[in-house]
């Protein structure tokens, strides 16, 4: 807070609350993405190299985070980002939880993270469907 502003406890305990929400948010998402990562990695990426084939683009993408998150140093970044998004959004308008546009950017956090599942969901049925079908539409033998 400004030395120059009229200090509001009610604003800033709405301004807290709404931190802590917007914190728990980027949390349960850093958790989800964390507990896909590992189960793309040991079951998803194990079962695509056993059918053979090319994958499709964006299950190679998705297969290449997923190891960097589960295996390697990525899940530093993926939890320093949960942690840090709600201090900087915090930080870069301290005023949001009170302002008419903090419903907006709970939604659009919303809308995203819906998005962000949906390509996920594709990304892992893609080689079900590629792989899935040319061996399923193979001719039986006789």
Not at 39 to 64: E, H, N, S
Not at 78 to 104: D, I, K, S
Request: with cysteine; hydrophobic share 60%; net charge positive.
């Amino acid at each position: 807070m400004l030395p120059y502003e009229a200090h509001d406890g009610a604003a800033d305990t709405d301004a807290r609350r709404a931190i802590e929400g917007l914190a728990g948010f980027f949390i349960i998402v850093a958790g989800f993405v964390h507990f896909a990562s590992f189960l793309i990695g040991f079951v998803y990426v194990p079962a695509w190299r056993a059918m053979g084939g090319k994958l499709p683009a964006v299950t190679a993408l998705v297969a290449a985070c997923a190891q960097w998150i589960a295996f390697g140093w990525g899940w530093v970044a993926l939890w320093t980002a949960a942690a840090a998004a709600p201090m900087f959004v915090g930080r870069l308008r301290p005023r949001w939880a009170t302002e008419g546009n903090g419903a907006y950017l709970l939604l659009a956090l919303a809308v995203t993270l819906v998005a962000g599942m949906a390509f996920l969901l594709l990304a892992l049925a893609a080689p079900e469907v590629t792989i899935g079908i040319p061996v399923n539409a193979a001719p039986r033998p006789k």
